[in-house]
Antibody
């Protein structure tokens, strides 16, 4: 069974940093492109960042470029999101998401981890 | 960046009725890269359709997708109680964008 389990969320002050982790299991992690997608309270879905299976290709939304860094460790079956210079508008549930092979769509999502940026 | 605009914002229908949800793109999107998701309160989104018209694993055949270019449609032929949720379209490329969502509520 495919499982994606996020951790690392919490309350942080504006300007602070946080590192999210996503532990993957039930599939060959190293073969899949991965994403972070967020959802502010009561709002829609917003793509944050993508990383290819070998980390060769990395993309960011303009809203986080220069502040967030996506990475992965295929030996540990883990995906990460380092978030720096956090702002109130970064408050959201952050989902770890797998892109299905040959689907061009996200076929599995984690349960999400809440990041709250507030003083 | 491709902007996806969904309509209507809210759709009020009764069980058994047909639902038609629209997704319009600001520029042409390859059908291969258009997907639909369903999200219920407190849950992660679930993939419904990919490639504009292919149902994901386990999705019942009352769901169908169509469209090309800039106009795409998700149709639910006969609404079941569990279909009332928020629906998002999404395009996939070097960046991913989502529509703002359509809330399907019980009338």
């Amino acid at each position: 069974e495919v499982q994606l389990v996020e951790s690392g969320g919490g309350l942080v002050k504006p300007g602070g940093s946080l590192r999210l982790s996503c532990a993957a299991s039930g599939f060959t992690f190293s073969s899949y492109n991965m994403n972070w997608v967020r959802q502010a309270p009561g709002k829609g879905l917003e793509w944050v960042s993508s990383i290819s299976s070998t980390s060769a290709y990395i993309y960011y939304a303009d809203s986080v470029k220069g502040r967030f860094t996506i990475s992965r460790d295929n030996a540990k079956n883990s995906l990460y999101l380092q978030m720096n210079s956090l702002r109130a508008e970064d408050t959201a549930v952050y989902y770890c998401a797998r892109v299905g092979r040959a689907l061009a769509a996200i076929d599995y999502w984690g349960q999400g981890t809440l990041v709250t940026v507030s003083s | 960046e491709i902007v996806l605009t969904q309509s209507p914002g809210t759709l009020s229908l009764s069980p058994g009725e047909r639902a038609t949800l629209s997704c319009r793109a600001s520029q042409s999107v390859s059908s291969s890269y258009l997907a639909w998701y369903q999200q219920k309160p407190g849950q992660a989104p679930r993939l419904l359709m990919y490639g504009a018209s292919s149902r994901a694993t386990g999705i019942p055949d009352r769901y169908s997708g169509s469209g090309s270019g800039t106009d795409f449609t998700l149709t639910i032929s006969r609404l079941e109680p569990e279909d009332f949720a928020v629906y998002y379209c999404q395009q996939y490329g070097t960046s991913i964008t989502f529509g703002q969502g359509t809330r399907l509520e019980i009338k």
